[in-house]
């Protein structure tokens, strides 16, 4: 098996040491590519000293996505791993690769094991039906593709600032491009120190509108599913704003961004299939360009 491991970073020095460390532990073989965004915390000079990365790509685009193609663009390997840089692959996570690749799969992913103030907390997998199409979603933090695999649904969808691991798992779908769960493929993420990050409702409900017009166009099961997604956190906000912890004018104002991003969204994404009607549903993928990087370090040949 001929692994790259794909690890976009950004301002996360620390976490990505922690990270890389578990890398060289438990798949020392592997091919490393370190991308990193514009960061501003001396991330570049830490990769540059060690040893155990094959290669580091500086982009200027603050886009996880973008980091993601161009680590594909990058990376020599038959076989493509996602790694996020706050998680440390486990002791099992290299065999469940391997050993899933043997039995043919496309795809791979497992458990993401979260250390919070409480104990553990893990994921088991996840899938859905939409207009007749099984659905089996992933972790990007987490995530072995084929060479072949990613390539057919040409990388991640760059227009996206968020969920652009979920609209892959759409666009794999529909190409009969199978998802495996593997309980062996796990990482852990350490979460005991997470204040938590305030959500941008706006982002998020233009990220879905877009990614389900996009994939599956304007049917009536798009829309009720996102008009469900939007009550389900409406009601939430609304507990917030009763029980004191929230104000009325956050409640109205995640309100106006949810339903400004679902419009954003809708006309982007139908924009956006008209792009591209090919089933890889993807105008702003791997092919797109080739001038993500800015600078690369590379020490295979060294």
Known sequence: MNLSVVVPTLNGRDPLRASLDALSRHAPDAEVV?????????????????????????????????????????????????????????????????????????????????????????????????????????????????????????????TLQTGGARDCAHRLANLDQSVTWSPMVSVSLDERDDEGIERDWGVKYRSLAYRMTKNYGPRLTVFRRTIQDAVADAREAGRDVASGDAEPSFWASCGKRVCKGIAIGTKDGALARIRDRSDARNPAGLSSRANRAVERYDWRDA
């Not at 996020?84 to 290299?94: F, K, L, M, R, T």
């Open 34 to 158: 370190v991308v990193n965004g514009p960061s501003a915390d001396g991330t570049t000079g830490m990769v540059c000293e060690r040893d155990d990365v094959s290669a580091l790509v500086e982009i200027s685009d603050r886009n996880l996505n973008v980091a993601r193609n161009a680590g594909i663009a990058e990376a020599t390997g038959d076989i493509i791993a996602f790694v996020g840089q706050d998680v440390a692959i486990e002791a099992s996570w290299h065999d469940g690769v391997e050993q899933a690749i043997s039995n043919g799969v496309n795809v791979v992913t497992g458990p993401v094991h979260r250390l919070v103030k409480a104990g553990m907390t893990t994921e088991t997998v996840e899938t859905r039906t939409i207009a007749g199409r099984d659905v089996t979603y992933f972790s990007g933090q987490n995530a072995v593709f084929t060479r072949e695999a990613i390539e057919t649904v040409d990388g991640f969808d760059e």
